[in-house]
């Protein structure tokens, strides 16, 4: 059973840079997509990006300007970073495994999500 | 950027009804990449439906997928008291999107 892990300071100060890692255990990263979403309290889900464990990245076009996500096949993670931060960044935000092939076979495990929040 | 309005914002139902929830999309979508997800209190997100019309590994055939181009549907058949949630329609096209979110309550 493939498991995800977030990990990161729940705490950051507007304009500084956010940073989540994620753990993938009982699983390799490789041969799948992995990707970041978050959703700020009370609000819905959105979508960051996504890297293929080949280290190809997709992102999404409102926070392309601020985002990059990573990953390290050989401490099977991968991880987010979110430059100049302000209170609207402020969310859960998740990890999650990315299934595609012919069609998208969507977010099938979801790690059980950060807290993040951006204050002085 | 493909914007997807999900309808009604709240359904307020009983037990043992049927729900039918809409995700309408500003452009087609190729039913390929049109997924659902459930989402509980405090807890994470949960694949449903994938390719508009599949069940995920696990997923109760009381819950069903259907549409095409621009509108699509998930419908349970008859609601349980663990559905009560909020549910998540997705768009996997050039630019990824979520819908705003059904709120099934129970009435």
């Known amino acids: 059973q493939v498991l995800l892990q977030e990990s990161g300071p729940g705490l950051v100060k507007p304009s500084e840079t956010l940073s989540l890692t994620c753990t993938v255990s009982?699983?390799?990263?490789?041969?799948?997509?992995w990707s970041w979403i978050r959703q700020p309290p009370g609000k819905g889900l959105e979508w960051i990006g996504n890297?293929?464990?080949?280290?190809?990245?997709i992102y999404s076009p409102s926070l392309k300007s601020r985002v990059s996500i990573f990953v390290d096949t050989a401490k099977n993670q991968f991880s987010l970073k979110l430059t100049s931060v302000t209170a609207a960044d402020t969310a859960v935000y998740y990890c999650?495994?990315?299934?595609?092939?012919?069609?998208?076979?969507?977010?099938?495990?979801w790690g059980q999500g950060a807290t993040v929040t951006v204050s002085s | 950027e493909i914007v997807l309005t999900q309808s009604p914002g709240t359904l307020s139902l009983s037990p043992g009804e049927r729900g039918t929830l809409a995700c309408r999309a500003s452009?087609?979508?190729?039913?390929?990449?049109l997924v659902w997800y459930q989402q509980k209190p405090g807890q994470s997100p949960r694949l449903l439906i994938y390719?508009?019309?599949n069940r995920a590994a696990g997923i109760p055939d009381r819950f069903s997928g259907s549409g095409s181009g621009t509108d699509f549907t998930l419908t349970i058949s008859r609601l349980e008291p663990e559905d009560f949630a909020v549910y998540y329609c997705?768009?996997?096209?050039?630019?990824?999107?979520f819908g705003g979110g059904t709120k099934v309550e129970i009435k």
């Open positions: 890297i293929y464990y080949s280290g190809s990245t």
């Open positions: 999650a495994r990315e299934r595609m092939g012919r069609g998208y076979y969507g977010l099938d495990v």
């Open positions: 452009q087609s979508v190729s039913s390929s990449y």
């Open positions: 009982g699983g390799f990263v490789m041969s799948y997509y």
């Open positions: 997705q768009q996997y096209g050039s630019s990824p999107t």
């Open positions: 390719g508009a019309s």
